[in-house]
């Protein structure tokens, strides 16, 4: 895991809200690209206490929707940990309803025939069944849950609406579960949960100070002027600061 040259603001709220010493429940992390983002999230999973699970779900990934986030969280969290989910599920399955001709292989598969039908309205209600009994089955878990998704920005845009609408609301019900969603662009706050999210976005790290320490830690050979001139050059990008430091390093030892 990449160190952070300096994001104590961000991972001090976090702790906060993990450790339910404030309101906020959602945290939203906007980021450009090559600020840290990742390295910030992995910092988040290593904070989190002992009696808090994290799933990770790559929204980038996620072209099939609501099915793959369900799917991902469901095996981070352990499968058998969703009998409401898998009841659900099975009740769409054996009943009279209209569902798809195609060959079922996998849970995953059946939500996606589940809700692959002609009628919208009839889709979203399959949803909203769903949803619900995932969330009941994450409220009766014995310890806390952390969703973490990433890359709000490459999610299709029927997920992204779901997520920051019913998927976040249903966060915001729950008091056992955190969300942390991050990517170039993140949900705009609704009336739902507006009241529980807080919102950073990550820009470029100019603090020497900051870097130099940074440096001093991962034992890198570079005195604090030559520290300096790097941010500046580099305009406190941390992934190209990041490599620049790297590359030196190894010229240096070689």
């Known amino acids: 895991m990449k160190r952070l040259a300096n994001r104590t603001q961000e991972i001090a709220q976090f702790r906060r809200m993990v450790l339910n010493q404030c309101a906020e429940r959602i945290f939203l992390i906007e980021a450009p690209s090559g600020c840290g983002k990742t390295s910030l999230l992995l910092q988040f999973e290593a ?20 099915p793959y986030v369900f799917s991902r969280i469901r095996k981070k969290l352990g499968i058998d940990q969703f009998p409401r989910f898998d009841q659900a599920v099975q009740g769409f399955l054996s009943s009279n309803i209209e569902i798809s001709g195609n060959e079922i292989q996998g849970q995953d598969n059946q939500i996606q025939v589940i809700l692959n039908v002609a009628d ?3 889709s979203n209600m399959r949803l909203l069944a769903l949803r619900e009994a995932f ?31 019913e998927f976040l609301a249903e966060v915001a019900d729950t008091p056992n579960v ?4 991050a990517g170039q662009r993140v949900p705009k706050p ?5 009241r529980c999210h807080y919102h950073c976005y990550l820009d470029n790290i100019l603090e020497v100070e900051a870097w130099w320490n940074y ?4 034992g890198l050979p570079f005195n604090r002027d030559e520290v300096g001139i790097a941010i500046r050059i580099l305009k406190g990008q ?11 390093a190894r010229e240096a030892r070689s």
């Open 47 to 66: 904070e989190c206490p002992k009696g808090v699970k994290s799933a990770w779900v790559d929204l980038k990934a996620a072209q099939t929707g609501a």
């Open 120 to 122: 919208d309205n009839i």
């Open 135 to 165: 969330f009941r089955d994450l409220a009766a878990l014995p310890h806390s849950v952390l969703l973490i998704l990433d890359t709000f920005n490459a999610a299709p845009a029927p997920l992204a609406n779901w997520i920051g609408g």
């Open 178 to 181: 955190f969300a942390v969603v």
């Open 190 to 194: 609704n009336g739902e949960w507006i």
């Open 215 to 218: 440096a001093q830690t991962a």
């Open 238 to 248: 941390p992934s190209e600061i990041v490599k620049a430091f790297e590359a030196l």
